[in-house]
């Protein structure tokens, strides 16, 4: 069950899975097809039953009507507001934390290390009653600023892992060379590690992003009212006023969709490494 | 003339001490977010579940009898159950993201641009995937619906029927979740050696043999990736409930995550002690896993020393 390189089989094979492929690939990926189609149909077409068919004419319009509208725009914004400085505030813990477990022996350096991982791992509901509350007291409930305070603090977990597994496995060499010419911890950190973590930190960057483009749980508990919510939640709310209005269901889908997908073909090489932990490389 | 001796004399000191001392400067700002936000409201959960809550008034203390009344709940019994089968069809990814990481994995052109379309599903948040699924089961004229329609001949509103409505939202969320599996078993498949299976083929093995003997062992990193991620995906699972039908038809499709959310934050008022109950059950059911988890990851570690 493990097939054979394509270069050594038949032509007929090859020819066949050449066409297999973007057939596969269209079964796949038809849910999303449905809803670009439905996203640049006009409404006639819904209403004249033409659900599966192509579009009678591109109305560009859905998207036109969805910003004009609603306060999409005013979400977009708003995820963008909480998901930048997350990235920043949480690259800038986790390089930190990483170097710290990456590079020195101490003592409860292992535990340190296991309370982030296992923290990463914990079901996070169970911080929701608490964190709400704490965000309440603190005055940030409602605001972008709540949502990303937690947000950095929950991620940093992952990319301390991340991040110190990144270190570790940089050669030791360097550090030692540089401390025998006197340079200090801070130094090795600043001109040493940090410009050899480049390509952990765009891993890192474009992953985070995502995920918290993607956030949704958060986003409703955390956020309540237009001006604060990001798109994922505003999208949950949309979704109830445009009841059976699928063609702006779609196109606010497809808006919602679009930073992070285009995030993931910008950095695709970055993404896929952040995935798998560097672990299987 | 005395300030400037101290002054080299901390320097010196700081300059002994620095090698011990860096590590735990670098750690502060990080170690008290992670405590402030995640640690301690871990066990602030368990704390307020021994509680009577609504969120503003007093909190009243009333020992077990949230978990008491939990055990009494016919709702919590269904968000249990419904756990338990997420978890189930969950694991479903990692063989299906095997297959279909093992289609893709030649050498053709454009296959680059194949795979990273493979994985749009999971680029993309859940909330458009609970969005594009209700629009796929509507009922009248939704896809699936039709085809259900053709093959059956009995017209079903998928996410209204108590019968179908959890398996609806699991399917829609396998997708993006056989997406993550995939590619973790492509990056993995590049670490292959081929020249081992051209030996195992010359040894006659092929089929499921091959697979199980030649090619999984190879894959274990990436399988026990999958199965973190995938069990961790199906206990958390909130997204797609709230989307897809806000825990409906009657409740039947609330999972653990999903009725804490809805005790501690209803429209009824809130129940902060008693979501928190929900919220310890579900943590201890992760622990069982996350114990497994790190007990690996430990060993691991030993070794790698």
Known sequence: MFPRPIEHQSRAIQISYQVMLPLALILWLLPLIGVAVTSVKPASDLAAGNYFGLPSELALSNYADVFTNSPIGQYIWNSFKVTIPTVIGTLVLSCLTGFALGIYRFRGNIWVFFMFVAGNFVPFQILMVPVRDMTVNLGLYNTTTGLVLFHVAFQTGFCTLFMRNFIRALPRELIEAARVEGVSEFQIFWYVVLPLMKPAIAALAVLIFTFIWNDYFWATVLTTSKETQPVTAGLYSLNGQWIAQWQLVSAGAIIAALPPVAMFFLMQKHFIAGLTLGAVK | ?305
């Open chain 2, 1 to 305: 003339m005395s300030s400037a001796s101290t002054e080299t004399h901390s320097r010196s000191w700081w300059r002994e001490n620095q090698q011990k001392l860096t590590p735990y400067i670098f750690l502060i700002p990080g170690v008290i977010f992670f405590l402030f936000y995640v640690i301690v409201p871990i066990f602030e959960s368990f704390w307020l579940s021994t509680y009577d809550w609504d969120g503003l008034g007093e909190k009243e203390f009333i020992g077990m009898a949230n978990y008491a009344e939990l055990f009494d709940d016919e709702a919590f019994y269904t968000s249990l159950k419904n756990n338990v089968i997420w978890l189930v069809l969950y694991l479903l990814a990692i063989p299906a993201g095997l297959g279909i990481a093992i289609f893709l994995n030649q050498k053709v052109r454009g296959i680059r641009a194949y795979k990273s379309l493979f994985f749009f599903p999971f680029v993309i948040s859940q909330v458009v995937v609970g969005l594009i699924f209700a629009w796929f089961y509507a009922p009248g004229f939704g896809l699936f619906y039709m085809i259900i329609e053709k093959i059956t001949g009995s017209e079903i509103a998928i996410l209204a029927d108590e019968r179908f409505a959890t398996y609806g939202i699991i399917f829609a969320g396998l997708w993006p979740q056989i997406a993550y599996c995939m590619i973790l078993y492509l990056t993995g498949l590049n670490a292959v050696d081929p020249e081992q299976i051209e030996a195992a083929r010359l040894d006659a093995a092929k089929g499921f043999k091959m697979l199980w003997y030649i090619i999984l062992p190879q894959l274990r990193p990436a399988t026990f990736l999958a199965m973190v991620v995938t069990v961790i995906g199906a206990l958390r699972s909130f997204d797609l409930v709230s989307i897809m039908t806000d825990g409906g038809p009657y409740g039947s499709t609330r999972v653990l995550s999903f009725y804490m959310y809805e005790q501690a934050l209803s429209e009824y008022g809130y129940r902060m002690g008693y979501g928190a109950s929900v919220a310890v059950i579900l943590f201890l059911i992760m622990m069982v896993f996350i114990t497994g988890f790190i007990w690996k990851m430990v060993g691991d570690e030993r070794k790698g020393f």
